[in-house]
């Protein structure tokens, strides 16, 4: 039991925890927006609700009171759409309001040794294209 306690008390297994249930919150903020922006921006050129585009591939389709197919065969191919809509939004928005602005944090937190050691490889490049440049003539 020590060990199994050690293992779910690692950082990387509660970390991974968090990251679970943010994202699952996350992902309800994500279809609200899809489903009160998004789908009423569609809305404007066909119906609000992208689910409901779907083609009859071997028909004639025919659909139940409870939403089964009873005859031919239905390509649900809005839901597919609306799917990759959510997963763009979502990716877009992790992009651009998590990993950028981290990037940049990091970018800023550089400790002097780093700028440092970034600033002598630069000047080593340069002496080194000067270098490069003033004996070319020569050969």
């Given amino acids: 039991m020590k060990g199994f306690k050690e293992f779910l008390l690692r950082g990387n297994v509660v970390e991974l925890a968090v990251a679970v ?31 409901a585009y779907s083609s009859c591939l071997k028909g004639p389709c025919e659909v139940g009171p409870a939403g089964e197919v009873t005859s031919g065969v239905l390509i649900l191919w809005g839901s597919v759409l609306s799917a990759a809509l959510q997963f763009l939004i979502t990716a877009a928005v992790v992009y651009f309001v998590l990993i950028v602005p981290m990037i940049r944090m990091a970018a800023r937190r550089k400790s002097p040794t780093e700028a440092a050691a970034e600033a002598e490889a630069k000047e080593v490049q340069l002496l080194t294209e000067i270098r490069d440049a003033l004996v070319a003539p020569l050969r």
């Fill in 21 to 51: 249930v943010i994202g699952a919150a996350f992902t309800n903020i994500i279809n609200a927006f899809v489903k009160g922006v998004i789908n009423p921006i569609i809305g404007v050129f066909g119906t609000k609700d992208l689910g």
